[in-house]
C-alpha cells in the first residue's frame, strides 16, 4: 500500500523525532514546485547526528514500503537529502541550516511545525 503525500511526510518527520531532531518543520509544496509536495526540513547539532537521522527515516520509509528515489550529502553530513519523490527530507546541522536558509528561499510555503 502506498502511503499519500500527506501521510508520507509525516513519517518522515516522526522518524527524525525519534532520533531526537530539532526544530522538524514541514513545508507544504504543493502549489510552489511540480517536482513534489512536501519539504522537511530539520536539524540536527552534530554530523553524526545528521547520519542517525536519514538513516532511521530510510528505515522507517523501507518498512513502510517506500523506497527513496535518490541521496545526497551523506558523506560530508552537513546537508543530507533524501528525495521520496513527493516528498524531499532536508536534514542540516543547526550551522548550515542558518547559513542556507531554505525555509527563507522557500518562504512562501506553508508551513507546520512537527510535533510529535
Not at 531526537?20 to 517536482?35: E, P, R, S, V, Y
Request: hydrophobic share 40%; with cysteine.
Amino acid at each position: 500500500m502506498t502511503l499519500t503525500s500527506q501521510k508520507k511526510s509525516q513519517l518522515i518527520a516522526k522518524a527524525a523525532s525519534d532520533k531526537k531532531a530539532l526544530d522538524i518543520m514541514i513545508m507544504n509544496m504543493h502549489d510552489l514546485t511540480t517536482t513534489t509536495d512536501y519539504f522537511i526540513v530539520c536539524s540536527a547539532t552534530t554530523a553524526t547526528q545528521v547520519r542517525a537521522i536519514a538513516d532511521n527515516i530510510e528505515d522507517e520509509m523501507t518498512q513502510a514500503g517506500e523506497e527513496f528515489l535518490h541521496k545526497e550529502g551523506y558523506q560530508n553530513a552537513e546537508w543530507i537529502l533524501l528525495d521520496f519523490g513527493n516528498c524531499v527530507a532536508h536534514i542540516f546541522t543547526e550551522e548550515a541550516r542558518r547559513f542556507y536558509g531554505l525555509e527563507s528561499l522557500w518562504g512562501e510555503a506553508p508551513t507546520v511545525e512537527y510535533e510529535d
